[in-house]
């Protein structure tokens, strides 16, 4: 099977946009791609290891890419966490696939 790369854009903490080409064949997910391109200081992102269980890895969706449906665990957590916009998700639960070209978001605020 042929590696197949999708091009996301990262928008930072600092505003600046980062494209990045994120693999679809290592079952990542976006906040492992944000700590892999080092866009956010390490232990500002991923705090919990990607059990939806902090916000650290919250981001904004500005793109109109069609996410997985948000489970229980990560709508609990937006609920409690600072900074939530209508269209707020955490990155540990958006898995790089092929469908994700083109996806487009903005880390929060650290909270």
Same mark, same amino acid.
């Given at each position: !099977?042929?590696n197949?790369d999708?091009n *996301?854009? *990262?928008? +930072?903490?600092n505003?600046?946009?980062h494209? =990045?080409?994120? /693999?679809t064949d290592?079952s990542m997910n976006l !906040?492992? *791609?944000?700590?892999s #391109?080092?866009?956010? /200081?390490?232990?500002?992102? $991923?705090? %919990?290891? $990607?059990?939806?269980?902090c916000a650290?890895c919250?981001c904004?969706v500005?793109?109109e890419t069609?996410l997985p449906?948000m489970? +229980? +665990? @990560?709508?609990?957590m937006?609920s409690?966490? #600072?900074? =939530?916009? +209508?269209n707020?998700?955490? $990155? %540990?639960q958006?898995q790089m696939?092929? @469908?994700m070209e083109?996806?487009e978001?903005?880390l929060a605020? @650290?909270?």
């Open positions: !099977m042929e197949q999708i *996301i854009t *990262i928008i +930072d903490r505003g600046v946009t494209k =990045v080409e994120a /693999p290592m !906040m492992e *791609i944000v700590r #391109f080092e866009l956010a /200081p390490e232990g500002t992102i $991923g705090v %919990c290891g $990607g059990m939806a269980m650290s919250q904004y500005i793109s069609a449906e489970q +229980d +665990d @990560e709508e609990a937006l409690e966490a #600072f900074y =939530v916009k +209508d707020s998700r955490l $990155g %540990c958006i696939t092929p @469908e083109g996806l978001v903005e605020p @650290e909270s």
